[in-house]
């Protein structure tokens, strides 16, 4: 998944500022989180390993029908990038949903 640094950190200050609102403190907003929205930095993420879910699918059917391009160490490596992007995306929802779970949990 090509989620960097930055835009997790800008997920976890939209997420502090949400949780700062629903305890009625002051909301204080840092100037690097104008420009970045949650929404296209999931939506790019997703893209991602979609991109690779698919390029992982296209080396196995070439492997399988026999292409003399594709190895079968390539082929294994596609997977393997595949899964380790897919756990991560599936880790980062977990971890997405259990914020939202504790902020909707908070006394008000």
Known sequence: MSMNVSN????LS?????MAAAQGQPVQTP???SGVDF?????SS??????????AEALQKAFVLGDD???LSDTMIAMQ????SFQTAVQVRNKVVAAYNDIMNMQV
């Open 39 to 43: 929404a296209n930095v999931l939506k």
């Open 8 to 11: 997790v950190d800008n997920l």
């Open 31 to 33: 100037a690097s989180t």
């Open 69 to 71: 391009k594709v190895s």
């Open 46 to 55: 997703l893209d991602g390993v979609n991109q690779a879910q698919h390029q």
């Open 81 to 84: 990038k595949a899964n380790i």
């Open 14 to 18: 939209q997420m502090r500022a949400a």
